[in-house]
């Protein structure tokens, strides 16, 4: 982990393997409300990270590819006057499933790593 900015205004930036371990999670729930486009998930999990989280934009559509050919999202192009073609995803049911059994394994893992952590709490 590298931090930034003063000591008293430190963000955590987190190493590679840890974020890769967690992408596909955090795009499946900023799918789950609403269908958005790559640009505003990857800025939305960095506002909702404080910024603890960044990720660029280009690495984020080879795993959104990734998670269509599985069938977990669906992308739609979108044309609006004036504005750039963007795709768009949604979360299909297959997603929503998916969704649920890696919400599970990451709260069973962080509970073990926590334990790990902080043995007076096993």
């Not at 371990?21 to 939305?44: F, M, N, W």
């Not at 599985?70 to 044309?79: C, F, L, P, S, Y």
């Not at 969704?99 to 096993?122: G, K, Y």
Request: charged share 30%; aromatic share 10%.
């Amino acid at each position: 982990m590298r931090h930034i900015g003063t000591p008293y205004m430190e963000v955590a930036l987190f190493s590679p393997a840890i974020k890769k371990g967690s992408v596909e999670l955090l795009l499946l729930s900023l799918l789950q409300d609403e269908p958005r486009h790559g640009y505003e998930i990857g800025k939305l999990i960095e506002q909702r990270s404080r910024g603890r989280l960044q990720f660029q934009i280009s690495s984020l559509y080879p795993i959104l590819c990734r998670m269509e050919e599985r069938g977990w999202i669906k992308g739609r192009w979108v044309e609006k006057a004036g504005e750039r073609r963007r795709r768009f995803y949604r979360l299909t049911e297959k997603g929503v499933e998916a969704l649920a059994v890696q919400r599970r394994t990451w709260q069973e893992f962080t509970r073990a790593v926590n334990l790990v952590l902080e043995p007076s709490n096993a």
